[in-house]
């Protein structure tokens, strides 16, 4: 919320990027938790590449998430999908975006309160599922695939609302730094945060002091915007719109002042 504005807002594609074990998937399933929570009639679509374990193991974090809420079904109205490729994200969207064609006719018929524009859609993550693609040897077509897997996020925000959130890996960049994977081939995202795992000595030290608490269950991150669509926000990223923010293994909270 510091940091976008709006968190993450409907109608928009919202994309964390950054190194591993920054956080990326832990805001996801956060999100999806919290979305599954809240709403009465909860609509989460959760595409995560890899292998078929993949969704086994994310539905248990998921379903640990959900439980800290008042939720009775904690992970009801939420549908994993596993992809590998292009061409699987492509077929799994296609399939949400005609459940939802699906679901806004029978309410519109029958006069009810689902909405498309209370759907969340996650995608966990871009360049797991679409690396292999954009740089096979049949280059054109990865390009292609990558850019009607973006289109089609982009339609499921604009045209029925839906509230997207992306993850994307990162590659090398200048001078030994990274930037976010699939460079310009990739531009599906509204709003673009940067994730990177603070490394502070007072920091380092707090968690010293943490009995009985691993260092890599709990770390403080900060989310920097990149890419943001309302102008007068934009204009500001150059000043450094930051947050922190904190993980350990009850989930996400907010991290000590900047």
Not at 126 to 148: F, K, M, N, P, Q
Not at 154 to 162: E, K, P, T
């Amino acid at each position: 919320d510091t940091s976008t504005g709006m968190g993450i807002p409907f109608g928009y594609v919202t994309q964390f990027a950054g190194p591993p074990a920054s956080g990326k998937t832990q805001i996801a399933l956060m999100a999806s938790a919290f979305h599954a929570s809240v709403e009465k009639e909860p609509n989460v679509f959760y595409l995560a590449s890899g292998m078929g374990h993949a969704t086994i193991v994310l539905a248990r974090r998921l379903n640990h998430f959900c439980q800290r809420t008042k939720n009775a079904n904690p992970i009801k109205g939420v549908s994993f999908f596993t992809i590998k490729n292009g061409y699987e994200a492509l077929s799994a969207l296609s399939d949400i975006e005609a459940n939802i064609q699906q679901k806004n006719l029978e309410s519109n018929n029958k006069s009810g309160s689902w909405s498309s524009s209370k759907v969340l859609i996650v995608l966990d993550s871009a360049s797991g599922c679409l690396s292999g693609d954009l740089y096979s040897a049949t280059r054109g077509g990865g390009i292609s695939v990558t850019g009607e897997v973006a289109c089609i996020l982009r339609r499921l925000a604009r045209q029925y609302g839906a509230a997207v959130l992306v993850t994307n890996g990162t590659v090398s960049g200048d001078k030994s730094s990274s930037k976010a994977a699939m460079g310009k081939s990739w531009n599906a995202a509204d709003l673009k945060l940067w994730l990177q795992v603070e490394e502070r000595a007072d920091l380092a030290e707090q968690q010293k002091n943490l009995p009985g608490l691993l260092l890599s269950t709990r770390k403080i991150v900060r989310a920097t915007l990149e890419q943001h669509p309302a102008k007068a926000v934009h204009q500001r990223i150059s000043e450094g719109i930051t947050a922190l923010f904190e993980i350990t293994l009850t989930g996400i909270s907010d991290g000590p002042s900047i």
